[in-house]
């Protein structure tokens, strides 16, 4: 039989190879997402890039078919996003081979996503289990005063920061802080010459995003974010948070509006962060938490 025959016969699935995702790649992910009209820029690919490991699943012309980032933060924790599938390559598969590479990486690392639906029963399969939900609130806020008392951060800051930002999540997420330090904004509110709460905006898809939002109460997170609202009257911001920070009415009548949301899931389901004086109140993205 010649090689081709060989080829033609061959399942489709066995002949998708699961690589390593390189900056090679970068171009196919943006065009797979942008046929599932998610909002990424090629800058928000290669911020994903940057912070992850990643596999990609490569038809035999070389196209990509796949694409799953493993986002760890030290020896902990970690983040599985960018998870996508082709269309035209769905039930064959690819998903949980995908899967099961990226939990290869992360090792002993704990594991937590954002689950649609339609991906529940996978994620289940694999040993997540569901923990909560999160809201996407997106849209051009309205004008907003600028509130007193908060603060640009300072470069000496940044170490407070990433300590405030690990009682939160319950992780070490130094190179996330540290790339927002440099692709965007961080504001902070001072006590006693201690920072005790920050909140980070950049640019994002259709807009910018604010996030992550760390603060002792309910009060301060929605001060922190008017901050930044404040600064872009009319622009398109979008701020994902947990159904139960109780930000939602407030997002809403800033002109945030609900936009989607997904399953919080973790494995294995251990306890995170349990800090009463730092509490995550929007999340730097549904892919990075």
Not at 58 to 73: C, N, S
Not at 136 to 164: F, K, N, S, W, Y
Request: aromatic share 4%; with cysteine.
């Amino acid at each position: 039989m010649m090689k081709n025959q060989m080829t033609q016969n061959t399942p489709v699935q066995t002949r998708i190879e699961i690589n390593a995702f390189g900056h090679e790649h970068i171009d196919g992910a943006l065009a797979l997402s942008r046929g599932e009209n998610w909002p990424h820029r090629r800058e928000d690919w290669l911020l994903a890039h940057h912070l992850s490991k990643g596999v990609v699943a490569v038809d035999p012309e070389g196209r990509v078919v796949g694409t799953l980032m493993m986002t760890p933060y030290g020896d902990t924790c970690g983040t599985i996003n960018m998870v996508i599938v082709d269309k035209a390559m769905r039930g064959l598969g690819l998903g949980r081979r995908m899967m099961e590479s990226a939990i290869a990486l992360a090792g002993d690392r704990q594991l937590r996503l954002i689950a649609t639906q339609e991906g529940l029963p996978l994620y289940e399969k694999l040993g997540f289990v569901a923990i909560g939900a999160v809201r996407q609130h997106q849209g051009p806020v309205t004008t907003l005063a600028r509130p007193d008392g908060i603060e640009v951060l300072q470069p000496d800051d940044l170490a407070a920061i990433q300590a405030l930002d690990t009682k939160a999540f319950g992780a070490n997420r130094t190179t996330l802080i540290e790339a927002l330090h440099r692709h965007g904004e961080i504001a902070v509110v001072r006590k006693d010459h201690h920072i005790i709460a920050y909140a980070a905006i950049r640019a994002f898809g259709r807009g910018e995003v604010i996030g992550p939002v760390v603060a002792p109460d309910l009060e301060m997170a929605k001060t922190l974010i008017a901050y930044h609202a404040a600064s872009r009257p009319g622009a398109f911001l979008r701020v994902d948070t947990d159904i139960e920070t109780g930000l939602h009415p407030f997002l809403s009548e800033i002109g945030l509006a609900h936009a989607g949301g997904g399953v919080t899931m973790q494995r294995p389901p251990k306890a995170g962060a349990d800090d009463v004086h730092a509490k995550l109140y929007a999340l730097a993205s549904q892919a990075l938490g």
